[in-house]
């Protein structure tokens, strides 16, 4: 770019105050001088970290704050990891638990499949339900306990939902019903149980209309503690349990379905104690936890200086392009001063420092928010290892993956979007249609997961044998549906999508070899010459003032 004339003393009204000093002040050498010096600016700017550490002599902080980082927050979640393990597994323990306690002939896997047919079923199993609770302190292998209130055990809840008015008689296809609910509830207090005495219908004065009966409804709460974290140096947690033994008649189908659902709550425990050197191990793990927070702070602290610089610095060089050149720099070329990978950094180190506290104040037992301590802490450590490929990027040989994904991706988010749209309407579609029929198609979410697993080949037979023929026309449309779809999707839209990365793949590996088109920016920081160890970037660390502000000198000394 050759420098052009400058018209000393032109300004005009609308022009701003700084580049009005600068035209009536700088000479065409001093501009000379200043336009080389943001040259070497920019240049040191984009430099690689080894290459700033030959300019100027800086020392790397920003890299090994993350080396340190990706080591010490992997450590961290592998540990919490271990410890969310053994929670949901007490979760899940319990809850198989309570069903092999609470429902009469359950086996495992039975939760689809599970139901009673008869009348005298379903008075078996409500009575054996409340059999079980009350005389779950002699039967139970578990650390199981009333819950209490004061001094008082809560009792169990049992409730029926029915039509507050129902005369159904099918045989002369008539029917008078006030569709209203009614909810009706018995209480059942814990009690020691007197010994070969069981609950029956004499007893609790407990009956069902079966014609209007909508719902059955077992509700009580248990506690325990879970004891299993001692043995890993662990204080262990309360839990609430909050179990629903729920027999669902709404269909009037003759079928009565039951399911066992178990809410689960963790409490800090009121009074403990521990023997041992488990307080103490907890102690160093909060410190481990505490050094994390700070070195997560460190990086948040110089991630968002140099983002601070890169902005800067763009308004600096738009300000310096706008009047040496008369040119707007493109958003494409001042985009490059914003580091999205900086910005990566910063998020997870925001999420990890949170992470982090939240972890503190779990081994603490103040909190028990393991669930989103946990995808906290997981969001962190996955951005935190994505940040490495940065520095990665700054070698030819290992940055082609990261040329490739950020030259396909605007491309990629169109063609994704038109075929979301095609993707959609099979949804819609297949949900309508298809799922009174087929157990894979129930619900969208149901059906766009088993689109989605077709699309990549997964389960094929299945879904098509699992299609009911009892519509020979609906049979017929989930043929041609699903091939339409297969063929679609897995021959036109998937080998397009393949063929649209391929092709910048191979546009980016072009270009490594012949040289990538160069931007305005690229263009004007390459007529620096000035090597990272010719020594230039040194002389003017110090004195590396913004283009305003060498203006306002200028004009002070002249």
């Known amino acids: 770019m050759e420098n052009p004339e400058v018209a000393v003393g032109s300004c005009s009204a609308d022009d701003d105050e700084n580049l009005c000093s600068y035209r009536r002040h700088l000479s065409i050498s001093q501009e000379g001088l200043l336009e080389d010096q943001l040259r070497r600016k920019l240049k040191f700017f984009f430099m690689n970290p080894c290459e700033k550490f030959w300019a100027r002599g800086r020392k790397p902080w920003k890299l090994g704050i993350q080396l340190l980082k990706i080591a010490m927050v992997t450590v961290q979640l592998v540990v919490f990891g271990l410890s969310n393990q053994m929670v949901v597994a007490f979760k899940e323990e319990n809850t198989v638990a309570f069903k092999h306690l609470f429902l009469k002939g359950y086996m495992d896997r039975m939760d689809d499949t599970y139901a009673v047919y008869t009348q005298t079923d379903v008075y078996d199993q409500i009575f054996f339900a409340i059999d079980q609770y009350l005389q779950l302190p002699n039967i139970s292998i578990g650390n199981h306990a009333y819950e209490k209130k004061g001094a008082e055990e809560t009792a169990l809840a049992l409730c029926q939902q029915f039509y507050k008015r129902g005369i159904i008689s099918p045989?002369?296809?008539?029917?008078?019903?006030?569709?209203?609910?009614?909810?009706?509830?018995?209480?059942?207090?814990?009690?020691?149980?007197?010994?070969?005495?069981?609950?029956?219908?004499?007893?609790?004065?407990?009956?069902?209309?079966?014609?209007?009966l909508v719902m059955v409804q077992l509700k009580f709460n248990l506690k325990a503690i879970n004891l299993q974290t001692v043995r890993h140096h662990e204080l262990p947690d309360c839990y609430d349990f909050t179990l629903r033994i729920v027999f669902d008649n709404k269909a009037h189908s003759g079928r009565i379905k039951i399911s066992l659902d178990n809410d689960i709550e963790i409490r800090e425990c009121k009074d403990w104690h521990v023997s041992g050197s488990i307080q103490k191990n907890t102690h160093y793990m909060m410190i481990f936890d505490a050094f994390v927070i700070l070195t997560c702070l460190a990086s948040l602290i110089l991630c968002t200086r140099s983002v601070v610089k890169g902005i800067q610095l763009q308004r600096e060089f738009v300000s310096f392009f706008l009047y040496y050149y008369k040119k707007e720099v493109s958003f494409s070329d001042q985009m490059e001063f914003v580091n999205g990978w900086y910005i990566m950094i910063m998020v997870s180190d925001v999420l990890t420092i949170v992470g982090s506290t939240l972890k503190m104040e779990i081994q603490a037992k103040s909190l028990t928010s393991y669930d989103v301590c946990s995808i906290l802490l997981g969001t962190s450590t996955m951005l935190v290892w994505l940040g490495v490929i940065r520095y990665l990027g700054f070698f030819q040989k290992y940055n082609l993956l990261i040329l490739t994904l950020r030259a396909a991706l605007p491309n990629v988010m169109r063609f994704c979007c038109c075929a979301a749209m095609i993707y959609l309407g099979y949804c819609f579609c297949g949900w309508i249609v298809l799922g009174p029929y087929h157990v894979k198609f129930?619900?969208?979410?149901?059906?766009?997961?088993?689109?989605?697993?077709?699309?990549?080949g997964d389960d094929m037979f299945a879904t098509f044998a699992k299609m009911q023929q009892k519509s020979y026309l609906v049979w017929l449309f989930s043929r041609i549906y699903l091939y339409s779809f297969i063929s679609l999707f897995i021959y036109m839209v998937l080998s397009l999508f393949i063929a649209l990365i391929t092709d910048t793949y191979e546009t980016v590996k072009h270009y490594q070899q012949d040289g990538f088109p160069e931007t305005e920016l690229q263009r004007f920081i390459s007529q620096c010459k000035d090597l990272p160890n010719s020594g230039r970037y040194r002389l003017e660390e110090e004195s590396s003032a913004s283009l305003f502000c060498c203006c306002n000198g200028c004009s002070e000394h002249m």
């Open 171 to 212: 045989g002369n296809d008539t029917f008078d019903i006030d569709p209203e609910i009614v909810t009706d509830c018995l209480y059942i207090e814990p009690m020691i149980p007197i010994e070969n005495t069981t609950v029956g219908k004499n007893n609790l004065n407990f009956t069902l209309d079966f014609h209007r």
């Open 442 to 456: 129930r619900s969208l979410n149901m059906v766009s997961e088993c689109l989605f697993s077709l699309i990549n």
